[in-house]
């Protein structure tokens, strides 16, 4: 296996040599190698190298929530680059979800969203099933 450094470096002669399809196998290659946060964030910043070059569908996806996702985004939004997809996220308020569910002119749906995940803890929205009265 090689070393996250060496798999960085080929990936810089790609770009040097404008090699896409290698730059994008490189980087699917680093992320199954070290699928981490430092790698995730690695894989956002070329991005930009690879839009305009290789085919990418866009996708807006908007999180309602109940805890703090905001550290899982870059992961997402690497795993959905190295799949295919422009991955845009809009994350709603902390534990604003109900409220934005019900409000049409909420930043939810303000932002238009193809997709929309709900992150709410077991204990915020069934708290009779978290706290074991049932």
Same mark, same amino acid.
């Given at each position: 296996?090689?070393?996250?450094?060496?798999?960085?470096?080929? %990936?810089?002669?790609?770009? &040097?040599?404008?090699?896409?399809?290698?730059?994008?196998?490189?980087?699917? &290659? &680093?992320?199954? &190698?070290?699928?981490?946060?430092?790698?995730?964030?690695?894989?956002?910043?070329?991005?930009?190298?690879?839009?305009?070059? %290789?085919?990418?569908?866009?996708?807006?996806?908007? %999180?309602?929530?109940?805890?703090? +996702?905001?550290?899982?985004?870059?992961?997402?939004?690497?795993?959905?680059?190295?799949?295919?997809?422009?991955?845009?996220?809009?994350?709603?308020?902390?534990?604003?979800?109900?409220?934005?569910?019900?409000?049409?002119?909420?930043?939810?749906?303000?932002?238009?969203?193809?997709?929309?995940?709900?992150? %709410?803890?077991?204990?915020? +929205?069934?708290?009779?099933?978290?706290?074991? +009265?049932?």
């Amino acid at each position: 296996m090689k070393s996250t450094a060496v798999m960085r470096d080929q %990936v810089e002669h790609a770009i &040097a040599r404008q090699d896409w399809g290698e730059m994008y196998y490189l980087l699917r &290659a &680093a992320w199954a &190698a070290d699928a981490t946060p430092a790698t995730a964030n690695y894989i956002l910043s070329k991005g930009e190298y690879l839009r305009g070059h %290789v085919s990418l569908s866009p996708c807006r996806m908007a %999180v309602a929530r109940s805890f703090t +996702i905001e550290p899982v985004v870059p992961l997402c939004r690497a795993v959905a680059l190295l799949k295919g997809i422009d991955l845009t996220v809009q994350v709603c308020g902390f534990n604003t979800y109900a409220q934005d569910l019900l409000d049409a002119q909420s930043p939810l749906y303000q932002s238009s969203p193809d997709v929309v995940l709900l992150a %709410v803890q077991t204990r915020d +929205i069934a708290p009779e099933l978290w706290s074991g +009265i049932s």
